[in-house]
């Protein structure tokens, strides 16, 4: 594995009772495109403000280029592009305005990039920040976090409430500008399309707690869906415990499971006396969900529909 | 940084623009008053143009507006997610401050110092009317300076973590203390010590909170020192003022002792002094709930006397022989009221027959040190008219800028020519000589509208020949401190200097008299003269009392040879003893302040130190004080802070009390706990290791479901 460029230690946070974060420990490596995925208030942006020294954790550290988050040096943080979530500007400057203000603080300044982006996404020099669109700011505030050429670039949720035409924009600058360039992406999201189409990692919180963190083509061969096809009915009552079970669906004759691959899990599954057991694949969007969604046996909509008839 | 001056600059400018323009309108509105034409008399001679209330109160408000409504934009926009904007760049934290600290100070300075500057530049150039002195520009000045402890105190405000609502404004007690101690100090720079004092206190602070987005465990010490000091002050008002309001409430519900005489009762009642006008010093007593008073002698012996505030006093012998006698005394006030008492005198034979009291009106009071109270903030620091009779058509008055008594044609304004020790010079003539010595703000002279009283001399003003008539020059070496002329001594002129006490003549006919000053003078504030004895002798009173009574309380008097000046009798006043102070009751919320109260009570003001009676109340606020330790001292335990912080919090109950523990709650987070899954005791989230059996922290539980690669 190529050098980690971010590190989380053990880190966890409370916000009074509850704890958003718990022991989270994570290794993003250089070059990666990095999603961290996870439900509203699973703890995704305040790991990435405990990442940029925002938020100093509970417990536990995180490090970017080796420094701990708490302690960056200016010029580290400079190699650090920061999205925050919403896109925030300063609403009063000029897009113009907005490019000076900010090239003034870098030794490099990609302005071809600047300029390809705010094109991109159709915004005239002359508008302010509070005048755009949430596409328009969204590709202003990315084109200044790019412009800077940082060698990390943290994303909090950074498609969050853009149309699909803008989000589609956004991503493409996104793979564009980070295609080729040795940068590192870390970024969180709960829009899963988006995710597949960029990310070659993946991690999944789930309340706080790290469930999933591999290289994306692991997740997918890890996560399958089973299908064990019963001549005479799904067995009514509890279901025995089967390793690696995320969950499980009864209809009609058939039990469909999704579950991560486990040694003895074919085993538990045959147990239950199935005619036929299929394994098939599993978009990225159904085995996320699968995690982030309700655990254990459900029933399918159709059955309670059926049943109540 | 210059680019963050600009963005911060940019986002202020307009309320900065609009807070000019209101302050200018205001002070056009003041100056207005400057430029009335209608009145009878300039309005300059009572108030210089840059020291009306006019336009002080526009500068004050404009101060408070301003100066607030900047720090609070400043450290609104620098919060939460704009915070996270501004500061994640490659520039340090510190630098990102400093850079919207600058923009706000110059814009706040821009904003204050315009229309400052354009009050000055139309007072003294553009319309001049009458005298000018830049001095008198201090105290708006000052108004500036003042608002400056706002600005970062609005910051602050705005950016601290309050964690509980009505904490988020305590330090705005501080940052208005500082302002209105800053404003008040006579001396210009003292009250630019204090500003700059105060505002790196508010700066640390500010800063600490900006830095560390409010997060009080990431906040270096000192920062936590600032914030403290700026909340105690608040919190201290606050258990204070709520301490006397509990306890006037108790008062009025359980007739509560100590409140009676204000918060610091004193139980003993001081013994009044007078002085009889052939110079004894004599005991008055005035019993509460009866009319007229008794007088003893400093042996406790009764007298007879008269006091001369009372138009008339009746004696009626009642009975009795010897030594012993009733006699009802009756007196009548000079507004009709009569009161009247029956008395014991014992001895009337030996009773003195010179029987009357001199009153505050038998002496001519000198000042000490009234002139520095107001300092630069008063006009008499830089000019002094003089008020002729009959209809004036040039106003004379002295400029000390200038050393000379300048005449205003009335109401051209146009100047007349000016009047120096040589004599009066036209105007464009060049001055061939100044008035020296600084001038003295406050005499108390009899017709001073007339009078110029300088350290180096005294002179009148002569308008028809436009000259300044000498009345007393001091002497080589010497320096004149205070001058006083009352009705009590009608024929002199009492004349106070750094080495002498002086009686001058107005006329020949009446003699000179050099007294010397007491040795320790300097401990005395005011110095009382009065003519006794038919004029004979003279007393002098110094005292550190105040002269408005016509009882004495403390210092000595002195009884001179009127004629010679030789010393005749020394009679000091018994050091008073104030009884014991009663503070333990509002003081238990602040006992340092009450143990501090009665030290300072028994060591400097006199009052009696009576263990039994005070013992009692050291035990209650002693006891209050561990109280309060132990709060903070559990407090700190319970949150798991370590023992030097539990030390700290323990000593800050220990000293503060009621407001030490409230700025622990203020102040530090509340650790969350939840239960230890080693030993089952709640322990501290933030600690790796559990405070009472040490065990780390489990792994989350796994569901079975992990992937890690």
């Given at each position: 594995m190529?050098?980690?460029?971010?590190q989380?230690?053990n880190l966890?946070h409370?916000?009074?009772?509850?704890?958003?974060v718990?022991?989270?420990?994570l290794?993003v490596?250089?070059?990666?495109?990095f999603?961290?995925?996870?439900?509203?208030?699973?703890?995704?942006?305040?790991?990435?403000?405990?990442?940029l020294g925002?938020q100093?954790?509970?417990?536990g550290?995180?490090?970017?280029?080796?420094e701990?988050?708490?302690?960056?040096a200016?010029?580290t943080r400079?190699?650090?592009?920061?999205?925050?979530?919403?896109?925030?500007?300063?609403?009063?400057?000029?897009?113009?305005?907005a490019?000076?203000?900010?090239?003034?603080f870098?030794?490099?300044?990609?302005?071809?990039?600047?300029?390809?982006?705010?094109?991109?996404?159709?915004?005239?020099?002359?508008q302010r920040g509070?005048?755009?669109?949430?596409g328009?700011r969204?590709g202003?505030?990315?084109?200044l976090?790019l412009?800077?050429?940082?060698?990390?670039?943290?994303?909090?949720?950074?498609?969050?409430?853009?149309?699909?035409?803008?989000r589609?924009?956004?991503?493409?600058?996104?793979?564009l500008?980070?295609?080729?360039?040795?940068r590192?992406?870390?970024?969180?999201?709960?829009?899963?399309?988006?995710?597949?189409?960029?990310?070659?990692?993946v991690?999944?919180?789930?309340?706080?707690?790290?469930?999933?963190?591999c290289?994306?083509?692991?997740?997918r061969?890890k996560?399958?869906?089973?299908?064990?096809t019963?001549?005479?009915g799904?067995p009514?009552?509890?279901?025995p415990?089967i390793?690696?079970?995320?969950?499980?669906?009864?209809?009609?004759?058939?039990?469909?499971?999704?579950?991560?691959?486990?040694s003895?899990?074919?085993?538990?599954?045959w147990?239950?006396?199935p005619?036929?057991?299929?394994?098939?694949?599993?978009?990225?969007?159904?085995?996320?969900?699968?995690?982030?969604g309700?655990?254990?046996?459900?029933?399918?909509?159709?059955?309670?529909i059926?049943g109540?008839? | 940084?210059?680019?963050?001056?600009?963005?911060?600059?940019?986002?202020?400018?307009?309320?900065?623009?609009?807070?000019?323009?209101v302050?200018?309108?205001?002070?056009?509105?003041?100056?207005?008053?400057?430029y009335?034409?209608?009145?009878?008399?300039?309005?300059?001679m009572t108030?210089?143009?840059?020291?009306t209330?006019?336009i002080?109160l526009?500068?004050?408000?404009?101060?408070?507006g301003?100066?607030l409504?900047?720090?609070?934009?400043t450290?609104?926009?620098a919060?939460?997610t704009?915070?996270?904007?501004?500061?994640?760049?490659?520039?340090?934290?510190?630098?990102?401050f400093?850079g919207?600290?600058?923009?706000?100070?110059?814009?706040?300075v821009a904003?204050?110092?315009?229309p400052?500057?354009?009050?000055?530049?139309v007072v003294?150039?553009?319309?001049?009317?009458?005298?000018?002195?830049?001095?008198?520009?201090?105290?708006?000045v000052?108004?500036?300076?003042v608002?400056i402890?706002?600005?970062?105190?609005?910051?602050?405000i705005?950016?601290?973590?309050?964690?509980?609502?009505?904490?988020?404004?305590?330090p705005a007690?501080?940052?208005?203390?500082?302002?209105v101690?800053?404003?008040k100090?006579p001396?210009?720079?003292?009250?630019?010590?204090?500003?700059?004092?105060?505002?790196v206190?508010?700066?640390?602070?500010?800063?600490?909170?900006?830095?560390?987005?409010?997060?009080e465990?990431?906040?270096?010490?000192?920062?936590?020192a600032?914030?403290g000091?700026?909340?105690?002050?608040?919190?201290?008002?606050?258990?204070l003022?709520?301490?006397?309001m509990?306890v006037?409430?108790?008062?009025?519900v359980?007739?509560?002792?100590?409140?009676?005489?204000?918060?610091?009762?004193?139980?003993?009642?001081?013994?009044?002094?007078?002085l009889?006008?052939?110079g004894?010093l004599?005991?008055?007593?005035h019993?509460?709930?009866?009319?007229?008073?008794?007088?003893?002698?400093?042996?406790?012996?009764?007298l007879?006397?008269e006091?001369?505030?009372?138009?008339k006093?009746?004696?009626?012998?009642?009975?009795?022989?010897?030594?012993?006698?009733?006699?009802?005394?009756?007196?009548?006030?000079?507004?009709?009221?009569?009161?009247a008492?029956?008395?014991?005198?014992?001895?009337?034979?030996?009773?003195?027959?010179a029987?009357k009291?001199?009153?505050?009106?038998?002496?001519?009071?000198l000042?000490?040190?009234?002139?520095?109270?107001?300092?630069?903030?008063?006009?008499?620091?830089?000019?002094r008219?003089f008020?002729?009779?009959?209809?004036?058509e040039?106003?004379?008055v002295?400029?000390?800028?200038?050393g000379?008594?300048?005449?205003y044609r009335?109401?051209?304004?146009?100047?007349?020519g000016?009047?120096?020790?040589?004599?009066?010079?036209e105007?464009?003539?060049?001055?061939?000589?100044?008035?020296?010595?600084?001038?003295l703000?406050?005499?108390?002279?009899?017709?001073?509208?007339?009078?110029?009283?300088?350290?180096?001399?005294?002179?009148?003003?002569?308008a028809?020949q436009?000259?300044?008539?000498?009345?007393?020059?001091?002497?080589?070496?010497?320096?004149?401190?205070?001058?006083?002329?009352?009705?009590a001594?009608?024929?002199?002129?009492?004349i106070?200097?750094?080495?002498?006490?002086?009686?001058?003549?107005?006329?020949?006919?009446f003699?000179?008299?050099?007294?010397p000053?007491?040795?320790?003078?300097?401990?005395?504030?005011?110095i009382g003269i009065?003519p006794?004895?038919?004029g004979r002798?003279l007393?002098?009173?110094?005292?550190?009392?105040?002269?408005?009574?016509?009882?004495?309380?403390?210092?000595?008097?002195l009884i001179?040879?009127?004629a010679?000046?030789q010393?005749?009798?020394?009679?000091?006043?018994?050091?008073?003893r104030?009884?014991v102070p009663?503070?333990?009751?509002f003081a238990?919320?602040?006992?340092s302040?009450?143990?501090?109260?009665?030290?300072?009570?028994v060591a400097?003001?006199?009052?009696?130190?009576d263990?039994?009676?005070?013992?009692?109340?050291?035990?209650?606020l002693?006891?209050?004080?561990v109280?309060f330790c132990l709060?903070?001292?559990?407090?700190?335990?319970r949150?798991?802070?370590?023992?030097?912080r539990?030390?700290?919090?323990g000593?800050?109950?220990?000293?503060?009390?009621?407001?030490?523990?409230?700025?622990?709650?203020?102040?530090?987070?509340?650790p969350?706990?939840?239960?230890?899954?080693?030993?089952?005791?709640?322990?501290?989230?933030?600690?790796?290791?559990c405070?009472?059996?040490?065990?780390e922290f489990?792994r989350?539980a796994?569901?079975?479901?992990?992937v890690?690669?």
């Amino acid at each position: 594995m190529s050098e980690a460029v971010i590190q989380f230690e053990n880190l966890t946070h409370w916000y009074g009772k509850h704890c958003a974060v718990d022991q989270v420990s994570l290794a993003v490596p250089r070059g990666s495109v990095f999603a961290l995925l996870g439900r509203n208030g699973s703890g995704k942006s305040t790991m990435i403000r405990a990442l940029l020294g925002l938020q100093k954790p509970t417990r536990g550290r995180s490090r970017v280029f080796g420094e701990d988050s708490m302690d960056l040096a200016p010029q580290t943080r400079g190699r650090i592009g920061y999205l925050a979530e919403g896109h925030p500007l300063f609403g009063w400057m000029k897009v113009g305005e907005a490019e000076r203000f900010e090239r003034s603080f870098y030794d490099s300044w990609n302005e071809r990039m600047f300029a390809a982006v705010v094109e991109h996404f159709r915004i005239g020099r002359k508008q302010r920040g509070k005048d755009l669109s949430r596409g328009q700011r969204a590709g202003l505030a990315l084109a200044l976090t790019l412009a800077s050429e940082p060698e990390v670039l943290v994303l909090d949720d950074p498609a969050m409430g853009l149309d699909p035409v803008a989000r589609q924009d956004f991503l493409e600058s996104i793979v564009l500008t980070t295609r080729d360039s040795g940068r590192t992406v870390f970024f969180s999201s709960h829009i899963l399309a988006d995710v597949e189409r960029v990310a070659d990692h993946v991690a999944i919180l789930d309340q706080g707690v790290l469930r999933v963190c591999c290289p994306m083509e692991v997740f997918r061969q890890k996560v399958r869906r089973v299908v064990a096809t019963f001549k005479e009915g799904v067995p009514a009552g509890k279901l025995p415990d089967i390793p690696g079970l995320l969950y499980a669906v009864r209809c009609a004759d058939e039990l469909s499971l999704v579950a991560v691959e486990r040694s003895g899990q074919k085993e538990a599954i045959w147990a239950l006396g199935p005619a036929a057991v299929t394994e098939e694949p599993i978009s990225l969007d159904e085995a996320v969900i699968a995690y982030l969604g309700e655990h254990g046996v459900r029933t399918s909509l159709l059955e309670k529909i059926g049943g109540g008839q | 940084m210059r680019a963050i001056i600009w963005k911060q600059a940019r986002e202020l400018l307009r309320w900065a623009v609009l807070g000019m323009v209101v302050l200018g309108m205001f002070v056009g509105v003041a100056l207005t008053e400057w430029y009335d034409d209608t009145l009878s008399r300039p309005p300059v001679m009572t108030r210089l143009p840059l020291h009306t209330e006019g336009i002080l109160l526009a500068f004050s408000l404009g101060m408070i507006g301003i100066g607030l409504w900047l720090g609070k934009l400043t450290g609104y926009r620098a919060r939460g997610t704009e915070w996270a904007l501004l500061i994640h760049r490659p520039v340090s934290r510190t630098r990102i401050f400093a850079g919207m600290s600058v923009a706000m100070l110059g814009l706040y300075v821009a904003a204050m110092g315009i229309p400052l500057a354009g009050v000055i530049a139309v007072v003294h150039w553009i319309k001049p009317r009458g005298p000018f002195a830049w001095g008198t520009a201090l105290a708006a000045v000052m108004a500036v300076l003042v608002g400056i402890p706002l600005l970062f105190g609005g910051m602050l405000i705005m950016q601290r973590r309050a964690k509980w609502y009505g904490s988020m404004w305590l330090p705005a007690a501080f940052m208005l203390a500082v302002s209105v101690y800053a404003a008040k100090r006579p001396e210009f720079w003292h009250g630019v010590l204090w500003v700059f004092g105060g505002t790196v206190v508010l700066v640390v602070a500010a800063w600490g909170v900006f830095v560390s987005g409010g997060d009080e465990e990431k906040q270096p010490v000192v920062v936590k020192a600032a914030q403290g000091i700026t909340l105690s002050v608040g919190l201290l008002y606050g258990v204070l003022i709520g301490g006397l309001m509990l306890v006037l409430f108790a008062q009025y519900v359980t007739d509560y002792p100590f409140m009676k005489d204000g918060p610091i009762a004193f139980t003993g009642t001081p013994t009044d002094y007078r002085l009889t006008a052939d110079g004894q010093l004599v005991i008055e007593k005035h019993e509460v709930g009866k009319p007229g008073r008794t007088w003893t002698d400093l042996q406790g012996q009764a007298l007879l006397l008269e006091d001369s505030s009372r138009s008339k006093r009746t004696v009626t012998m009642l009975e009795g022989s010897g030594d012993d006698r009733i006699a009802q005394l009756e007196d009548s006030d000079t507004d009709g009221d009569h009161s009247a008492t029956t008395q014991l005198i014992t001895s009337p034979a030996s009773q003195p027959t010179a029987g009357k009291l001199l009153d505050n009106d038998a002496f001519v009071w000198l000042a000490q040190g009234s002139d520095r109270k107001g300092g630069y903030q008063e006009q008499r620091a830089y000019v002094r008219w003089f008020f002729t009779e009959g209809r004036v058509e040039v106003w004379w008055v002295y400029e000390a800028a200038l050393g000379r008594v300048v005449g205003y044609r009335w109401p051209e304004w146009t100047r007349v020519g000016s009047i120096g020790p040589e004599g009066f010079a036209e105007d464009g003539a060049e001055p061939k000589s100044r008035f020296r010595g600084r001038m003295l703000s406050n005499p108390n002279v009899m017709g001073k509208d007339l009078w110029l009283c300088l350290s180096s001399g005294v002179y009148q003003l002569d308008a028809e020949q436009r000259q300044m008539r000498p009345v007393y020059e001091a002497r080589p070496g010497q320096e004149i401190v205070q001058v006083g002329n009352r009705a009590a001594l009608p024929h002199h002129l009492v004349i106070q200097t750094d080495k002498t006490l002086e009686l001058v003549g107005r006329e020949e006919k009446f003699g000179n008299v050099v007294l010397p000053l007491l040795e320790d003078q300097a401990d005395y504030r005011y110095i009382g003269i009065a003519p006794i004895d038919g004029g004979r002798k003279l007393a002098v009173h110094y005292t550190r009392s105040s002269y408005y009574s016509d009882q004495l309380r403390d210092g000595c008097v002195l009884i001179y040879d009127a004629a010679t000046g030789q010393l005749v009798q020394r009679q000091d006043i018994p050091e008073q003893r104030r009884g014991v102070p009663m503070v333990a009751g509002f003081a238990v919320f602040e006992p340092s302040f009450g143990i501090g109260t009665l030290i300072w009570a028994v060591a400097w003001k006199g009052c009696e130190f009576d263990l039994k009676s005070m013992l009692w109340q050291f035990e209650v606020l002693g006891a209050a004080a561990v109280v309060f330790c132990l709060v903070n001292v559990v407090v700190a335990w319970r949150w798991a802070l370590g023992g030097r912080r539990m030390a700290w919090w323990g000593v800050l109950g220990l000293v503060m009390g009621l407001a030490g523990v409230l700025l622990l709650w203020c102040m530090v987070s509340r650790p969350v706990k939840v239960r230890c899954a080693s030993c089952g005791r709640k322990r501290v989230v933030r600690r790796e290791r559990c405070e009472h059996c040490a065990a780390e922290f489990g792994r989350p539980a796994e569901n079975g479901t992990e992937v890690f690669a």
